[in-house]
């Protein structure tokens, strides 16, 4: 990733979740291409551990924290985490996000719960964790990922449609 960057993150500390692939992983090298000691979370420990194994090679500090976040302590204990080993947090970008392929009319009640816990509910909840922080650094930034299937919607996507849309407001 040589490209430059029109932004400097340097000494900055940026959490991102739903890190270990696509979007959130080259959001993480992004972020550390461009200065900042980054965390991130995810399930899997494995693309997480080689993750920040490439953001060291960069330069800069990585924190891995394997987590499930449909659990519900797990915004606060990954917001704890990230500000025991930084002493600060100034950037969140949520990634993390579920999707459930099924027709409308098969799309049950536990599948409803089950997408808006991830995909709207952990995100509110990682944000209002991580505001205190951020409130003490000038420049802080909260970015929350949507998708084009919130404006326009998909086929067997119901759930997924409605909580980024719900993410767009």
Known sequence: FEAALPWNLTDKVALVTGAARGIGRSTVIAMAHAGADVVGVDRS?????????????????????????????????VI??????????????????????????????????????????TMAEMCRLALP???KNAGANIVNMSSITGTVGTPLRAAYAATKAAILG
């Open 133 to 135: 922080y951020l409130r």
């Open 45 to 77: 420990h494995a693309e997480l551990d080689e993750l920040v194994a490439t953001v060291q090679r960069m330069g800069r500090r990585g924190l891995a924290i394997s987590t499930d976040l449909s659990d519900p302590r797990a915004p606060a204990h």
């Open 80 to 121: 704890e985490s990230c500000v025991a080993e930084f002493g600060r947090l100034d950037i969140v970008v949520n990634v993390a996000g579920c999707v459930i392929r099924k027709r409308a009319e098969d799309t049950m009640a536990e599948d409803w719960d089950t997408v808006l816990a991830l995909n709207v509910k």
